[in-house]
């Protein structure tokens, strides 16, 4: 089984009660440990808890290419 662990991350608010989330994890399991980068899209209920819909998972060194990526465009 695995278990992720969020070991940083950002919030960029959106419009309305949207918010991006841009985190550092980690993922252990009986192989090992590693890190990667989550982008996670999600918004803010009537209760005001965060609630995600939808969310992308990056090696570090692909996040960095998506990031140069950006920077580029």
Aim: proline share 1%; charged share 35%; glycine share 6%.
């Amino acid at each position: 089984m695995a278990k992720f662990e969020t070991l940083e991350k950002r919030e960029i608010k959106l419009s309305g009660n949207k918010f991006l989330e841009v985190a550092r994890k980690k993922v252990t399991t009986e192989s090992g440990e590693s890190e990667f980068i989550s982008i996670s899209k999600g918004y803010i209920n009537r209760l005001g808890q965060k609630r995600f819909k939808a969310s992308l998972g990056f090696p570090e060194d692909v996040a960095k290419q998506v990031a140069e990526a950006l920077e580029s465009l």
